[in-house]
């Protein structure tokens, strides 16, 4: 037996969170009846499970691609937002973004129809590092700057310090050890700046490098932790 969301990340539907939150939305069916209860437990040799009207299957090739996301695209499979990532890349395998990048943003974006990676990529206790490239609508003062390093509250939350490096007039680089929400542009927003550009330069030990907006490869498990 196995707890659906499992199921379901390691089929390469989507991470786990994200796979719970397809089941809570009602957009999956177990043996032909709709299931929302997080934590149902399915036999995968014998249950059949069906999302957007397809059976779903256990991929046994784990797949692994860095893309360069271009701003105006969106992370999810469901394009009524606007234009999907998904559209820019073509293998045979059903993958899907690690974490997001809002819509605004651009950089290095991970993809992949392995659910338990995914998972341990994205979680903050396992302290993947992500940095970004930030230009505001002014300069960052060293007083914010020790604001943001010591860790803000957002909406009650208190969130991990960051490392600020190499700022240059409106320009800096940022380091987060957690991702929620547009974390950067609510913080810098908190703070009285705009963000005019953001962009992801690495992801744990994977740097964008040459790769050019719109572009993508196929990239080892290793490289990235």
């Not at 090739?61 to 105006?72: E, M, R, T, W």
């Amino acid at each position: 037996m196995m707890r659906l969301q499992k199921f379901l990340a390691q089929a390469g539907i989507a991470s786990r969170r994200q796979a719970e939150i397809l089941i809570t939305d009602g957009k999956v069916k177990v043996n032909g009846m709709v299931v929302t209860r997080l934590g149902t437990e399915i036999d995968e040799t014998a249950d059949e499970i069906e999302y957007r009207g397809k059976a779903v299957r256990p991929e046994t090739k784990k797949i692994y691609l860095a893309l360069n996301k271009p701003v105006g695209y969106i992370c999810s499979a469901d394009s009524k937002q606007g234009k999907s990532v998904l559209s820019l890349v073509s293998v045979k395998e059903r993958v899907y973004p690690v974490g997001r990048l809002d819509k605004d943003s651009s950089g290095l974006l991970i993809l992949t129809n392995d659910g338990d990676f995914a998972n341990e990529a994205m979680h903050p206790r396992f302290g993947k590092e992500k940095e970004y490239f930030v230009v505001c609508d002014r300069a960052l003062s060293p007083k914010d700057q020790a604001v943001m390093e010591k860790g803000m509250r957002l909406e009650g939350k208190k969130l991990q310090p960051v490392k600020i490096l190499s700022v240059s007039h409106d320009s800096f680089r940022i380091i987060l050890r957690e991702g929620i929400n547009r974390q950067i542009r609510r913080m810098l927003g908190r703070l009285g700046y705009t963000v005019l550009r953001l962009k992801r330069v690495r992801f744990g030990r994977l740097e964008l490098g040459s790769l050019q907006t719109g572009q993508w490869r196929k990239i080892s498990k290793a490289e990235i932790i």
